[in-house]
């Protein structure tokens, strides 16, 4: 059973900085793509930034510049680091994985909450 634990969720001021964790329950090389998406109330969930097994990383446009997604293979882990964080970033964080002929797999979610 895969699993998908993350963590590092919080409040913080505008222009503050948060690091989400995705911890898997078992080897992170199982998955070809990982990834954050994020949903706002009443907003459809849209991807934050996505890391292939190679590293090769990608972005949504409203993050370019202040998120940077990295993994940390020897902990099966992968973060999302956050600078300059905008109250329109306020969402639940969502980690995603993707394996070979498998359904997606997503964690639980961790809140992002920002005051201005």
């Known amino acids: 059973q895969v699993q998908l634990v993350e963590s590092g969720g919080g409040l913080v001021q505008a222009g503050g900085s948060l690091r989400l964790s995705c911890a898997t329950s078992?080897?992170?090389?199982?998955?070809?793509?990982m990834g954050w998406y994020r949903q706002a109330p009443g907003e459809e969930r849209e991807l934050v930034a996505g890391?292939?097994?190679?590293?090769?990383?990608k972005y949504g446009d409203s993050v370019k510049g202040r998120f940077t997604i990295y993994r940390d293979n020897a902990k099966n882990t992968i973060y999302l680091q956050m600078n300059s964080l905008k109250p329109e970033d306020a969402a639940v964080y969502y980690c995603?994985?993707?394996?070979?002929?498998?359904?997606?797999?997503w964690g639980k979610g961790t809140l992002v909450t920002v005051s201005s």
């Open positions: 995603k994985a993707d394996r070979p002929f498998d359904t997606p797999h």
């Open positions: 890391i292939t097994t190679s590293g090769r990383t």
């Open positions: 078992g080897s992170i090389f199982i998955f070809t793509d």
